[in-house]
């Protein structure tokens, strides 16, 4: 997905920050980002380390992976390359207006993130 999908869309000289999990951490995609995001991209553990995470600021935790999840399982897949297609559409259906109400999301939860030190709080 990565590859074929997702790369091909980024600006020139981006910088890519991978998350921490252990599949997405093998060395053919550490050879891959090397190759493609050369001293640009973040990892756990890396020099070029980012401070921790949070999924309620990361907009693909706190809506695109389920969002996506949801529609693409609300029909029978019948095998990988119906997945593929599922995946594709629910990613094209993902509107300018729904990305604003996302980005209006994440300066709300940015502002409490602020407000409260960043300290511990429930967000829903």
Not at 42 to 56: H, L, T
Not at 84 to 110: A, C, F, G, N
Request: charged residues 25%; proline residues 7%.
């Amino acid at each position: 997905m990565l590859q074929l999908y997702a790369v091909p869309q980024f600006p020139q000289g981006v910088t890519f920050q991978q998350d921490g999990a252990p599949r997405h951490y093998g060395n053919i995609v550490r050879e891959f980002l090397d190759t493609k995001f050369p001293q640009r991209w973040i990892v756990r553990g890396a020099v070029m380390a980012w401070p921790p995470r949070s999924p309620d600021v990361t907009p693909l935790d706190f809506y695109l992976w389920g969002y996506v999840k949801q529609h693409v399982h609300s029909e029978r897949i019948n095998d990988i390359n119906h997945l593929k297609q599922r995946i594709t559409e629910v990613i094209h259906s993902v509107t300018p207006d729904v990305l604003t109400r996302v980005w209006e999301k994440l300066d709300y939860r940015l502002d409490v993130c602020r407000a409260t030190n960043g300290a511990h709080i429930e967000l829903r």
